[in-house]
């Protein structure tokens, strides 16, 4: 199971464009697609991958990882500079937020645990359940699955994952300025000489 703390997901959402469709004469009888019907998992493979599961976390691991997760990107985010009180009170206000929301967090946990089951369990077989089993219940299983998250928050890690936020917030400002840069132009043409973008310079906003 992978569970990645550290790892950076962005979305870019766009407007959805959707076509409009023909539709076929009233005398001619469409045929609407039925939802896949998924089998359940046999119960052989149900208690399996709840073993796997137990093994591969626990609760409290994953409370841990939470708590050093957001303590290394405040750490961050704060910097070396920054004046001592106000790190004194961010620190406190992540406390403070973790103290209100553990609770929920373990009160949530076992529900997620069980579908963490039920997805692996329809998507390996016995066999492969049984592997992994051993693997988690081996020296270098064991050793893996209890340091796993920990790893992903090494500052090794999490610096690299900094370049590809780097990386895309860049892109996404350089986005930014092209709508704005376009949408100045279009004010342009229609007459209004003194349309300006804010996210672009002079000399930007008359090449566009």
Do not use: W
């Given at each position: 199971?992978?569970?990645?703390?550290?790892?950076?997901?962005?979305?870019?959402?766009?407007?959805?464009?959707?076509?409009?469709?023909?539709?076929?004469?009233?005398?001619?009888?469409?045929?609407?697609?039925?939802?896949?019907?998924?089998?359940?998992?046999?119960?052989?493979?149900?208690?399996?991958?709840?073993?796997?599961?137990?093994?591969?976390?626990?609760?409290?691991?994953?409370?841990?990882?939470?708590?050093?997760?957001?303590?290394a990107g405040l750490s961050e985010s704060?910097?070396?500079?920054?004046?001592?009180?106000?790190?004194?009170?961010?620190?406190?206000?992540?406390?403070?937020?973790?103290?209100?929301?553990?609770?929920?967090?373990?009160e949530r946990m076992p529900n997620l645990?069980?579908?963490?089951?039920?997805?692996?369990?329809?998507?390996?077989?016995?066999?492969?359940?049984?592997?992994?089993?051993?693997?988690?219940?081996?020296?270098?299983?064991?050793?893996?699955?209890?340091?796993?998250?920990?790893?992903?928050?090494?500052?090794?890690?999490?610096?690299?994952?900094?370049?590809?936020?780097?990386?895309?917030?860049?892109?996404?400002?350089?986005?930014?300025?092209?709508?704005?840069?376009?949408?100045?132009?279009?004010?342009?043409?229609?007459?209004?000489?003194?349309?300006?973008?804010p996210l672009s310079n002079e000399v930007?906003?008359?090449?566009?």
């Amino acid at each position: 199971m992978k569970l990645v703390f550290s790892a950076l997901v962005i979305a870019l959402a766009a407007p959805a464009v959707s076509a409009a469709t023909q539709q076929p004469p009233a005398s001619v009888a469409t045929a609407i697609p039925q939802p896949t019907k998924i089998e359940p998992p046999s119960l052989e493979r149900m208690e399996l991958a709840r073993r796997y599961i137990g093994l591969a976390i626990s609760v409290d691991q994953f409370v841990d990882t939470m708590r050093s997760g957001m303590a290394a990107g405040l750490s961050e985010s704060l910097g070396s500079d920054v004046d001592e009180s106000d790190r004194i009170e961010s620190d406190t206000r992540m406390k403070r937020f973790l103290a209100l929301y553990e609770p929920k967090l373990r009160e949530r946990m076992p529900n997620l645990l069980e579908a963490y089951a039920q997805v692996y369990a329809r998507e390996f077989s016995a066999e492969e359940l049984q592997g992994m089993v051993a693997f988690a219940q081996s020296p270098a299983g064991h050793h893996y699955l209890s340091r796993r998250m920990a790893l992903e928050l090494d500052p090794a890690v999490l610096s690299q994952a900094q370049g590809f936020q780097n990386d895309a917030l860049s892109i996404l400002k350089q986005i930014q300025k092209e709508m704005c840069q376009a949408a100045t132009a279009k004010r342009i043409a229609a007459g209004d000489k003194k349309a300006k973008c804010p996210l672009s310079n002079e000399v930007d906003t008359r090449a566009s």
